[in-house]
């Protein structure tokens, strides 16, 4: 049975936007901490650090978490995508961050991070995800800039060009 | 807002699991989806110096059902349950009320079970599970038992288990024909805890009528059909027999106001879908 002390710090090994990574954290290492601290990736942002304000809002194995939710050592052997991951090729926006941009769908920028890997995540599986359906997913996050308007009305943009070009981008 | 220290274990199998509760009970926590654990550890509102993970055990994960009851085990996800086919006929009311369970963010790793055992009285499946009469599946090394919902919530946060038992899995009993099913919720933003909930089954010579977010635990009342006046009394009464109590997100007599107003719609709603 796998056992790891309180004090021990155990390998981990995982999937990170693609790229097999591996680091060490004892167990009660959040995600959050483990991504920024240990990986290096401060794309995930941490706000409430209690699963309220989705700042922190990941992948994991395809599905979207609260990363602050979650321990390292949860993770072992799973896929984790981040912000960082959503685009392929440096210096190039996806269709939903380049509507983001457009829209003025940020502007600190602090919860836009967990709000791209939320929405992202719905538009690729419901590409016919309508108003209220983004606004359902969107509901699970806090913004004190923008007033969530621009926000929808950017993925409502994005889900449109998406489907005219019958693929995620 | 960082847990304190743990050590960490993580069974494959359920006979581990229990292994590990039996030795170690008191000091262990069963770590399933984690979305209130975790940050009660982060508050400090729990400190075990161990968690059980369980959700590498693949025998918990399936969610099954025959034709009385369907069969939700420790690690399957609420995502997993509002996803299962058949949900809306097998049964109406937990379809209904799991949009209202946080967010699809939290839905996606939060279990059922998980939130069952952590007995928070406004969690929309404690009071689905007391509003139809289902049952927790107990297992440790020394005996399986299954206990009505109705018995095992006993007070805030608070349940019948032992230390050393572990949720193994919740059983929602199957709709029959003949009822309606109705719920209804108040909170300051969806997927925020409730103020107040309300889940109702109508039949036609009797409704029941379950509130969660005032009391302790659920309060679940059944009564002949009753309508108008007569409904509205009731639910008065049931309002001012609930403990109702001023917090920061509502007072008193808020809740009470809400029991009587919601309670009603829900009663209706649910005589209105008498299948």
Known sequence: MYRVKASEKIGIGFTLNGRSVEGRAEPRMLLTDFLRHECGMTGTHVGCEHGVCGACTVRIDGEMARGCLTFAVQIDGCSVETVEGLSKTPGELTVLQDAFRRHHALQCGFCTPGILMSLDTLLRNEPDADEERIRDVLGGHLCRCTGYQPIVAATLEAAELLRSRNGHV | MKPPRFDYVRPET??????????????????????????????????????????????????????????????????????????????????????????????????????????????????????????????????????????????????????????????????????????????????????????????????????????????????????????????????????????????????????????????????????
């Open chain 2, 14 to 275: 359920v006979d581990e699991a229990l292994e590990v509760l039996a030795t170690e009970a008191g000091n262990a926590r069963v770590l399933a989806g984690g979305q209130s654990l975790v940050p009660m550890l982060g508050m400090r509102l729990a400190r075990p110096s161990l968690l059980i993970d369980i959700n590498r055990i693949a025998s918990l994960k399936d969610i099954r059902q025959d034709k009385n009851a369907i069969l939700i085990p420790a690690a399957a996800r609420q995502a997993a349950l509002l996803a299962f086919p058949g949900l809306r006929e097998a049964c109406p009311l937990l379809a209904r009320a799991m949009p209202w369970i946080g967010h699809a963010q939290t839905r996606s790793r939060g279990t059922v079970c998980g939130s069952i055992a952590h007995a928070d009285p406004s969690a929309e499946l404690v009071l689905c599970l007391v509003a139809l009469g289902g049952s927790v599946n107990l297992r440790s090394r020394r005996r399986r038992r299954s206990v009505a919902a109705r018995e095992f919530f006993v007070g805030l946060m608070t349940t019948s288990r032992e230390e050393d038992e572990l949720v193994e899995s919740v059983t929602f009993p199957v709709a029959r024909g003949g009822a309606g099913y109705a719920f209804a919720e108040f909170a300051r933003r969806h997927g925020d805890f409730a103020i107040v909930s309300v889940a109702a089954v109508a039949r036609p010579d009797a409704i029941e009528v379950t509130v969660g977010g005032v009391d302790d635990v659920p309060a679940h009342r059944s009564w002949a059909r009753l309508r108008g006046d007569d409904l509205d009394d009731a639910l008065n009464t049931l309002a001012w027999e609930l403990d109702a109590r001023d917090d920061i997100h509502a007072d008193a007599r808020l809740r009470r106001d809400l029991v009587r107003s919601i309670g009603r719609r829900t009663v209706e709603e649910a005589a209105a879908c008498i299948a």
